[in-house]
Nanobody
Framework: QLQASGGGLVQVGDSLRLSCVAS????????MAWFRQAPGKEREFAAG???????YYADSLKGRFTISKDNAKNTVYLQMNSLKPEDTAIYYC??????????????????WGQGTQVTVSS
């Protein structure tokens, strides 16, 4: 029900925009988030957006990543700028039915996309 796309192989300093398209239901009342899992590491929170449009970011990503959504398209985006090798990871989108919060842990998110690979080469 969540389909992530937009990943790829880029160079240091490049930008990418990830998309997460929801299907099967309307997700405008959900909080949405992007998590990422780097090789050999646990999956971690990257950015989230509440149903009302409030946003929250992992400290290390503030200023470089921007999460947004288009309710009409049932799509959430993650704009990633000034990419670094440490941004290399599989990026997952996720949905939390309780839309008025932005959880930074995995448990509240009950719907997950399949992930899209982002590789930043130096």
């Amino acid at each position: 029900q969540l389909q992530a796309s937009g990943g790829g192989l880029v160079q240091v300093g490049d930008s990418l925009r990830l998309s997460c398209v929801a299907s099967g239901r309307t997700f405008s009342d959900y909080a949405m988030a992007w998590f990422r899992q780097a090789p050999g590491k646990e999956r971690e929170f990257a950015a989230g957006i509440s149903s009302s449009g409030g946003t929250y970011y992992a400290d290390s990503l503030k200023g470089r990543f921007t999460i947004s959504k288009d309710n009409a398209k049932n799509t959430v985006y993650l704009q990633m700028n000034s990419l670094k090798p440490e941004d290399t990871a599989i990026y997952y989108c996720a949905a939390d039915r309780q839309g008025n919060r932005i959880a930074t842990i995995e448990f509240p998110y009950t719907i997950w996309g399949q992930g899209t690979q982002v590789t930043v080469s130096s």
